[in-house]
Protein backbone atom coordinates (compact mmCIF):
# COMPACT_ATOMS: atom_id res chain seq x y z
CA UNK A 1 0.00 0.00 0.00
CA UNK A 2 2.72 2.20 0.67
CA UNK A 3 4.12 2.13 -2.64
CA UNK A 4 1.13 3.88 -4.26
CA UNK A 5 0.96 6.21 -1.85
CA UNK A 6 4.32 6.94 -2.22
CA UNK A 7 3.60 7.71 -6.03
CA UNK A 8 0.09 9.19 -6.14
CA UNK A 9 1.10 12.10 -3.35
CA UNK A 10 3.97 13.26 -5.57
CA UNK A 11 1.78 12.54 -8.94
CA UNK A 12 -1.13 14.76 -7.58
CA UNK A 13 0.56 17.47 -6.17
CA UNK A 14 2.90 17.50 -9.41
CA UNK A 15 0.91 17.30 -11.83
CA UNK A 16 -1.35 20.03 -9.87
CA UNK A 17 0.98 22.34 -9.32
CA UNK A 18 2.41 22.14 -13.34
CA UNK A 19 -0.85 22.92 -14.29
CA UNK A 20 -1.75 26.08 -12.09
CA UNK A 21 2.09 27.22 -13.14
CA UNK A 22 1.37 26.78 -16.93
CA UNK A 23 -2.04 29.16 -16.16
CA UNK A 24 0.36 31.91 -13.96
CA UNK A 25 2.58 32.07 -16.60
CA UNK A 26 0.32 32.30 -19.13
CA UNK A 27 -1.49 35.15 -17.77
CA UNK A 28 1.60 36.46 -16.74
CA UNK A 29 3.11 36.53 -20.58
CA UNK A 30 -0.34 37.71 -22.00
CA UNK A 31 -1.83 40.55 -19.60
CA UNK A 32 1.16 41.35 -16.71
CA UNK A 33 -0.73 39.78 -14.37
CA UNK A 34 -0.95 36.73 -12.45
CA UNK A 35 -4.21 34.29 -12.11
CA UNK A 36 -5.70 35.68 -9.23
CA UNK A 37 -6.41 33.48 -6.18
CA UNK A 38 -9.97 33.50 -6.07
CA UNK A 39 -9.84 32.21 -9.60
CA UNK A 40 -6.88 29.51 -8.74
CA UNK A 41 -8.69 28.81 -5.57
CA UNK A 42 -11.99 27.96 -7.20
CA UNK A 43 -10.25 24.75 -9.31
CA UNK A 44 -9.36 23.28 -6.05
CA UNK A 45 -7.43 19.84 -6.77
CA UNK A 46 -9.89 18.86 -9.80
CA UNK A 47 -7.44 17.89 -12.59
CA UNK A 48 -9.73 17.29 -14.99
CA UNK A 49 -10.94 20.99 -15.18
CA UNK A 50 -7.14 22.07 -14.53
CA UNK A 51 -5.86 20.21 -17.72
CA UNK A 52 -8.98 21.63 -19.70
CA UNK A 53 -7.50 25.17 -18.91
CA UNK A 54 -4.16 23.91 -19.88
CA UNK A 55 -5.33 22.44 -22.99
CA UNK A 56 -6.85 25.49 -24.08
CA UNK A 57 -3.28 27.53 -23.37
CA UNK A 58 -1.97 25.17 -25.62
CA UNK A 59 -4.11 25.58 -28.30
CA UNK A 60 -4.46 29.39 -28.31
CA UNK A 61 -0.61 29.51 -28.23
CA UNK A 62 0.40 26.21 -30.41
CA UNK A 63 -2.43 25.25 -32.24
CA UNK A 64 -1.44 22.64 -34.24
CA UNK A 65 1.82 21.93 -32.99
CA UNK A 66 1.22 17.84 -31.92
CA UNK A 67 4.32 18.28 -29.37
CA UNK A 68 1.84 19.72 -26.91
CA UNK A 69 -1.28 17.71 -28.26
CA UNK A 70 -3.65 16.34 -24.42
CA UNK A 71 -2.91 12.10 -24.32
CA UNK A 72 -6.45 11.82 -24.16
CA UNK A 73 -6.63 8.21 -24.27
CA UNK A 74 -9.37 6.30 -21.98
CA UNK A 75 -6.29 4.76 -19.88
CA UNK A 76 -4.93 8.76 -19.41
CA UNK A 77 -8.42 10.16 -18.53
CA UNK A 78 -8.29 7.38 -15.41
CA UNK A 79 -5.16 8.11 -14.56
CA UNK A 80 -6.15 12.18 -13.93
CA UNK A 81 -9.59 10.68 -12.75
CA UNK A 82 -7.70 8.77 -10.23
CA UNK A 83 -5.19 11.19 -9.13
CA UNK A 84 -7.87 14.26 -8.77
CA UNK A 85 -9.80 12.26 -6.75
CA UNK A 86 -6.87 11.54 -4.35
CA UNK A 87 -5.85 14.96 -4.45
CA UNK A 88 -9.87 15.93 -3.47
CA UNK A 89 -10.64 13.41 -0.54
CA UNK A 90 -7.88 9.75 -1.07
CA UNK A 91 -5.22 11.56 0.69
CA UNK A 92 -6.78 11.04 4.27
CA UNK A 93 -9.39 7.88 2.94
CA UNK A 94 -7.56 5.47 5.44
CA UNK A 95 -8.02 7.90 8.42
CA UNK A 96 -11.58 8.65 7.18
CA UNK A 97 -12.18 5.03 7.14
CA UNK A 98 -11.14 4.65 10.17
CA UNK A 99 -13.64 6.65 11.60
CA UNK A 100 -16.45 5.89 9.58
CA UNK A 101 -16.88 7.79 6.90
CA UNK A 102 -17.46 6.61 3.36
CA UNK A 103 -15.64 8.47 0.96
CA UNK A 104 -16.51 8.89 -2.60
CA UNK A 105 -14.38 6.27 -4.76
CA UNK A 106 -13.01 4.26 -2.38
CA UNK A 107 -9.32 3.55 -2.15
CA UNK A 108 -7.37 4.75 -4.61
CA UNK A 109 -4.70 1.86 -5.13
CA UNK A 110 -8.13 -0.24 -5.70
CA UNK A 111 -9.47 1.99 -8.35
CA UNK A 112 -5.53 2.51 -9.69
CA UNK A 113 -5.36 -1.50 -10.61
CA UNK A 114 -8.82 -2.08 -11.38
CA UNK A 115 -9.49 1.02 -14.04
CA UNK A 116 -5.86 1.26 -14.86
CA UNK A 117 -3.40 -1.69 -14.67
CA UNK A 118 -6.43 -4.33 -15.54
CA UNK A 119 -6.87 -1.98 -18.96
CA UNK A 120 -3.19 -1.80 -19.30
CA UNK A 121 -3.09 -5.80 -18.67
CA UNK A 122 -5.98 -6.42 -21.96
CA UNK A 123 -3.97 -4.24 -24.02
CA UNK A 124 -0.22 -4.83 -23.48
CA UNK A 125 -0.29 -8.19 -22.16
CA UNK A 126 -0.62 -10.92 -25.31
CA UNK A 127 -2.44 -14.22 -23.99
CA UNK A 128 0.10 -16.20 -25.15
CA UNK A 129 2.18 -14.53 -22.13
CA UNK A 130 -0.51 -14.48 -19.65
CA UNK A 131 -1.20 -18.36 -20.77
CA UNK A 132 2.78 -18.96 -20.06
CA UNK A 133 2.50 -17.07 -17.07
CA UNK A 134 -0.72 -19.25 -15.44
CA UNK A 135 1.11 -22.74 -16.34
CA UNK A 136 4.26 -21.08 -14.83
CA UNK A 137 2.57 -20.39 -11.99
CA UNK A 138 0.83 -23.76 -11.73
CA UNK A 139 4.13 -25.77 -12.10
CA UNK A 140 5.89 -23.55 -9.17
CA UNK A 141 2.70 -24.30 -6.75
CA UNK A 142 3.16 -27.92 -7.96
CA UNK A 143 6.66 -27.97 -6.66
CA UNK A 144 5.70 -27.05 -3.30
CA UNK A 145 3.34 -29.80 -2.57
CA UNK A 146 1.54 -27.82 -0.32
CA UNK A 147 4.75 -26.67 1.78
CA UNK A 148 4.07 -23.26 1.69
CA UNK A 149 2.26 -20.50 3.81
CA UNK A 150 0.66 -17.95 1.82
CA UNK A 151 -0.95 -14.63 2.96
CA UNK A 152 -1.40 -11.60 1.59
CA UNK A 153 -4.16 -9.80 -0.71
CA UNK A 154 -5.10 -7.76 -3.34
CA UNK A 155 -4.99 -4.18 -3.67
CA UNK A 156 -9.17 -4.65 -3.67
CA UNK A 157 -8.97 -6.80 -0.45
CA UNK A 158 -9.46 -10.33 -2.39
CA UNK A 159 -7.24 -12.72 -0.45
CA UNK A 160 -4.40 -14.59 -1.64
CA UNK A 161 -3.50 -17.57 -0.28
CA UNK A 162 -1.84 -19.85 -2.80
CA UNK A 163 1.15 -20.05 -4.16
CA UNK A 164 -0.47 -20.15 -7.67
CA UNK A 165 -2.11 -16.85 -7.26
CA UNK A 166 0.77 -14.82 -5.79
CA UNK A 167 3.02 -16.00 -8.78
CA UNK A 168 0.57 -14.99 -11.05
CA UNK A 169 -0.32 -11.69 -9.75
CA UNK A 170 3.46 -10.68 -9.46
CA UNK A 171 4.07 -11.97 -13.03
CA UNK A 172 0.96 -9.27 -13.91
CA UNK A 173 2.31 -6.73 -11.93
CA UNK A 174 5.96 -6.96 -13.34
CA UNK A 175 4.44 -6.71 -17.27
CA UNK A 176 1.86 -3.85 -16.59
CA UNK A 177 3.94 -1.99 -14.50
CA UNK A 178 6.25 -0.30 -17.29
CA UNK A 179 2.88 0.52 -19.28
CA UNK A 180 1.52 1.93 -16.52
CA UNK A 181 4.65 4.18 -15.85
CA UNK A 182 4.70 5.26 -19.72
CA UNK A 183 0.89 6.68 -19.54
CA UNK A 184 1.45 8.34 -16.54
CA UNK A 185 5.07 9.80 -17.67
CA UNK A 186 2.96 10.68 -21.10
CA UNK A 187 1.21 13.06 -18.78
CA UNK A 188 4.31 14.48 -16.82
CA UNK A 189 5.63 15.14 -20.94
CA UNK A 190 2.92 17.40 -21.89
CA UNK A 191 3.22 19.39 -19.10
CA UNK A 192 6.74 19.82 -19.08
CA UNK A 193 6.55 20.31 -22.96
CA UNK A 194 4.21 23.40 -22.30
CA UNK A 195 6.24 24.66 -18.92
CA UNK A 196 9.36 24.63 -21.51
CA UNK A 197 7.74 26.55 -24.44
CA UNK A 198 6.60 29.28 -21.93
CA UNK A 199 10.28 30.00 -20.84
CA UNK A 200 11.54 29.95 -24.62
CA UNK A 201 8.33 32.60 -24.76
CA UNK A 202 9.12 34.30 -21.51
CA UNK A 203 13.17 34.39 -22.22
CA UNK A 204 12.87 38.46 -22.33
CA UNK A 205 10.71 38.58 -18.95
CA UNK A 206 12.09 38.47 -16.08
CA UNK A 207 9.47 36.94 -14.30
CA UNK A 208 9.54 33.92 -15.99
CA UNK A 209 12.40 31.27 -15.19
CA UNK A 210 13.91 29.06 -18.25
CA UNK A 211 11.75 25.74 -17.52
CA UNK A 212 13.77 23.57 -19.51
CA UNK A 213 16.88 23.91 -16.75
CA UNK A 214 14.82 21.45 -15.11
CA UNK A 215 11.98 19.63 -16.91
CA UNK A 216 14.46 18.06 -19.30
CA UNK A 217 14.27 14.80 -17.88
CA UNK A 218 10.79 14.53 -18.66
CA UNK A 219 11.02 15.31 -22.01
CA UNK A 220 11.94 11.74 -23.18
CA UNK A 221 10.38 9.34 -25.65
CA UNK A 222 7.66 6.18 -24.87
CA UNK A 223 10.78 3.46 -24.58
CA UNK A 224 12.52 5.65 -21.77
CA UNK A 225 9.32 5.64 -19.72
CA UNK A 226 8.84 2.13 -20.33
CA UNK A 227 12.59 1.17 -19.19
CA UNK A 228 13.79 3.51 -16.74
CA UNK A 229 12.06 2.94 -13.03
CA UNK A 230 12.89 6.23 -11.36
CA UNK A 231 12.43 9.55 -11.98
CA UNK A 232 13.63 12.99 -10.64
CA UNK A 233 13.76 16.55 -11.98
CA UNK A 234 16.82 17.61 -9.53
CA UNK A 235 19.26 14.63 -10.58
CA UNK A 236 19.38 12.97 -13.92
Request: glycine share 8%.
Amino acid sequence: MATYAEAFFPLSIGFERAGKIILHVDRQLTSGDFVSRKEMKSLSHDLISLFDAVEQVHQRRYPGDVRFKRPADSIHEKIVEILGGFAATGRYFHLDYLGGVQVPGGDAAAQWWDLVASEVSRRHCKAAKRARDRERARLLDSAFDGSALVRDSLVNGERIDTVEMATVVNLENDAVVPWCRMYTMQIARWLARILIELGYDGVSDRDVPYFGDFLYPLNQDDGVFRSRKTWTVTHY
